[in-house]
Nanobody, 129 residues
């Protein structure tokens, strides 16, 4: 069982920065792929970034490459999403997600919501122009 609690959302002007945190409560933290997704009203849930626990490879959606960065602090069982140069289009509810165990072909599936077993409640990010 994995419990995820996001924090760090808020309102910011375009060009600003926010750092989201996701506290991961589980006895098997090191065996979980961790991802960030977002969903804006009327849109599908979109994969933003993810990190593999086995390779430390990171993955990013095209719309956030070069602006967002995913990282983790294993000692704190926390994964972060640093978001820089925010744009109004980044406005959404941001979710942390976890997928337990080894996943064949994760690199091609990291941004599929169905890949993940566990989800947080989300934290709102609002970017004004």
């Amino acid at each position: 069982q994995v419990q995820l609690v996001e924090s760090g959302g808020g309102s910011v002007q375009a060009g600003g920065s926010l750092r989201l945190s996701c506290a991961v409560a589980t006895s098997t933290y090191s065996n979980n792929y961790l991802g960030w997704f977002r969903q804006a009203p009327g849109k599908e849930r979109e994969g933003v970034a993810a990190i593999s626990p086995f390779t430390s490879n990171t993955y990013y959606g095209d719309s956030v490459k070069g602006r967002f960065s995913i990282s983790q602090d294993n000692a704190k069982s926390t994964v972060y999403l640093q978001m820089n140069n925010l744009k109004p289009d980044d406005t959404a509810l941001y979710y942390c997600a976890a997928a337990a165990g080894r996943i064949f072909g994760y690199a091609g599936r990291w941004n599929w919501p169905a890949t993940y077993n566990y989800w947080g409640q989300g934290t709102q990010v609002t970017v004004s122009s």
